[in-house]
């Protein structure tokens, strides 16, 4: 019995909060292509470098002597306003066309591209390490961990929940929402739509950024830290239902521990198949995802 | 069963929608042609200069061209963006220098293998991947060549990381001719020859009232059905086709470079052609191949001068879609055949 206890605690539970750390991670990231999908029916195929922009932008910040708390405050007010400009510069001019999810998912892919290279251009090719801000560790059920990963995850549960306070409980969020479900009738009700959809475009960007500089201490910075990133962010949004915060966030936390337990059975070079075929699954038996999309629920 | 193909483009089309049709395609054929003919001139001319880069290069653009040629029979005709079809370059490619190597240095038993294990790969990605539609169905081809390049770049039997390498130089038998792959000139004269027929068979396929109803499935998928046809069999018939001619032109590969590596499976592979598709034209199948020349010749004098040309090809490629989402053939397509059109009100 104290065996199985004593498994529970030293194999398990490890596991189990490294999980919970990624996972709030691939949540953040999640949340943001979800919000934009759901809203824009527009797959950012860039949002994994919007992902790296924000962690290139709090490594530039920090490296000029900006205290790391000030940064977490600054990257995403940086972040908004060049969503913004991006929605309005690039994705605005084939909104309106036919096959506006093919073009706009090539667009974004044109800017990833473009992005990865200016970093490279900029910053190299090596990967940049940041000091974390917050140092030592603690003891949870008997097992060491970093303090930081366990701010991690408090910050990222508050991000979270405050993103769906926004979302539901504000009157911002009532326009968001009513521009998803009908922007025709929210736009003759006073609903400035272009407006929100850039707005939540940068908002979606934003949220993308300040997971970037969070995640700097633990993963590093490179050009192409977005890319490991968005095959797991895009499983998780797929299998939650696009367009879906709660799918985003059960679906995110699900498949991270599924990850992290299957890990200890298999090689850990096979779990990202696996989450894969998970969605696969999802997908052939309910094709919208788990939850219903976005102004829709 | 013409009649009843017809039907399924909507309304029984009149005579003049079918001339029109007829002009268009004529007029992509008159572009394979042109596109022919400046490839010969090229040869000229690079043979007269003894050369032996160019050639490769332009050997290259000719493979990367069959890859893309299979991505827009996908996306121009079936109206299915494909993200991972890299996965079936790639195939193509690791099955031929498989082959190549360990069983026999044969140019026909590498593609005769090639063709069989794409179609029974097309045919199991297909069957999970044509379920979905639209984005969801480029987020599960982009899915499935990301986890395919993560086994292969875990398997050591294949070469992990490093790939594999060694391929050797080969004679491709043709009866009464050989063509040996280590002289440049005479191979990109095979590799001409093998693009030209697959170019040439996909416009005759389309043509077939399979083709007629692969075009129905992109202009109205949810009235295929109830015309009495299988839009799904269709479909997947494509995929399994699509998959094909990029997985051969996968499979010429390693007989240019003599290696593979798992990149060819990246996404950035991918994403090349589907850049390659947007930028030749669209949905007209004789595109992707000049779009390949043009990239692959941009490629090579941008990277003379600086490592960083993707911000240039990215940056292109994003006016393209913004500003000429037809592509160069697509839009040249249009002011040829209104010229027709005004020539022929005139006589």
């Not at chain 1, 759901?38 to 002597?65: K, P, Q, R, S, W």
Request: proline letters at 3%; one cysteine or more; a positive charge.
């Amino acid at each position: 019995m104290s065996g199985f206890i004593d498994t529970l605690q030293f194999v398990f539970a490890p596991q189990i909060i490294n999980g919970l750390s990624i996972g709030v991670a691939v949540v953040l990231m999640a949340l943001g292509l979800t919000i934009i999908f759901g809203l824009l029916d527009v797959i950012n195929m860039a949002h994994g470098e919007f992902y790296a922009l924000g962690a290139y932008v709090g490594v530039t910040l920090m490296a000029i002597g900006v205290n790391f708390w000030v940064v977490l405050l600054l990257v995403p007010l940086i972040m908004a306003p060049l969503g913004y400009m991006t929605e309005r510069l690039f994705i605005q001019r084939v909104f309106h066309q036919k096959d506006r999810h093919i073009l706009t998912l090539l667009l974004t892919f044109g800017l990833a591209i473009v992005l990865e290279d200016v970093y490279k251009l900029i910053y190299g090719p090596q990967a940049l390490s940041v000091k974390t801000p917050i140092g030592g560790g603690s003891e949870v059920l008997g097992v060491f961990f970093p303090n930081y990963r366990l701010f991690l995850m408090a910050i990222g549960a508050v991000i979270i929940v405050g993103v769906w306070l926004l979302v539901y409980r504000t009157s911002l969020g009532a326009m968001v929402r009513a521009a998803a479900f009908d922007k025709d009738m929210a736009s003759s009700l006073g609903v400035p739509v272009s407006h929100v959809y850039a707005g939540t475009f940068a908002f979606g960007v934003a949220l993308a950024g300040l997971a970037g500089v969070l995640l700097a201490p633990v993963y590093s910075v490179f050009p192409t830290m977005g890319k490991d990133f968005i095959l797991l962010a895009f499983s998780v949004v797929i299998v939650g239902g696009l367009g879906s915060i709660k799918g985003a966030l059960i679906a995110g936390l699900v498949l991270t521990q599924i990850q992290a337990i299957s890990s200890l059975y298999i090689s850990p070079s096979w779990t990202d198949p696996l989450v894969f075929a998970i969605m696969v699954a999802v997908l052939m038996i309910r094709p919208q995802g788990l939850f219903g999309r976005l102004g829709h629920a | 069963m013409r009649d009843s193909t017809s039907a399924v483009l909507g309304a029984l089309p009149s005579r003049p929608v079918l001339q029109r049709e007829d002009v268009a395609r004529n007029v992509l054929r008159w572009f394979a042609y042109v596109f022919v003919a400046l490839a010969l001139l090229f040869a000229v001319i690079a043979q007269v200069h003894g050369d032996v880069f160019f050639f490769r290069l332009a050997t290259e653009a000719l493979i990367y061209g069959g890859f893309a040629m299979g991505v827009d029979l996908l996306l121009g005709y079936t109206g299915l963006l494909s993200l991972g079809h890299a996965l079936f370059f790639g195939l193509g490619a690791y099955t031929s220098a498989v082959v190549l190597k360990g069983l026999a240095p044969s140019f026909w038993l590498a593609l005769a293998v090639t063709l069989c294990v794409s179609t029974v790969v097309g045919a199991i990605a297909g069957i999970i991947a044509i379920r979905a539609r639209g984005v969801y169905f480029a987020l599960i081809t982009f899915g499935m060549a990301e986890v395919l390049a993560k086994a292969v770049f875990n398997t050591q039997e294949l070469g992990g990381s490093d790939g594999i390498i060694g391929v050797p130089v080969i004679k491709a038998n043709f009866l009464f001719f050989t063509v040996d792959t280590g002289n440049a000139a005479h191979f990109f004269f095979l590799v001409l020859a093998v693009i030209m027929v697959f170019y040439f068979a996909l416009e005759a396929l389309l043509r077939t009232p399979f083709g007629r109803l692969v075009v129905a499935i992109k202009a109205n998928e949810d009235r295929v059905p109830f015309l009495g046809f299988n839009a799904q069999r269709h479909k997947l018939g494509i995929f399994v086709i699509a998959a094909n001619v990029t997985a051969l032109s996968g499979a010429l590969y390693p007989m240019l470079r003599g290696f593979v590596s798992p990149e060819l499976l990246y996404f950035h592979s991918s994403g090349n052609a589907v850049i390659t598709v947007i930028l030749g034209g669209v949905g007209t199948l004789i595109g992707p191949l000049f779009g390949s020349v043009i990239l692959t010749g941009l490629k090579s004098i941008i990277g003379s001068y600086t490592e960083h040309h993707l911000i240039v090809i990215g940056l292109l490629f994003m006016c393209s879609v913004m500003f000429f989402p037809k592509g160069i053939v697509g839009s040249l397509k249009g002011l040829v055949e209104s010229w027709l059109a005004r020539r022929k009100e005139q006589s």
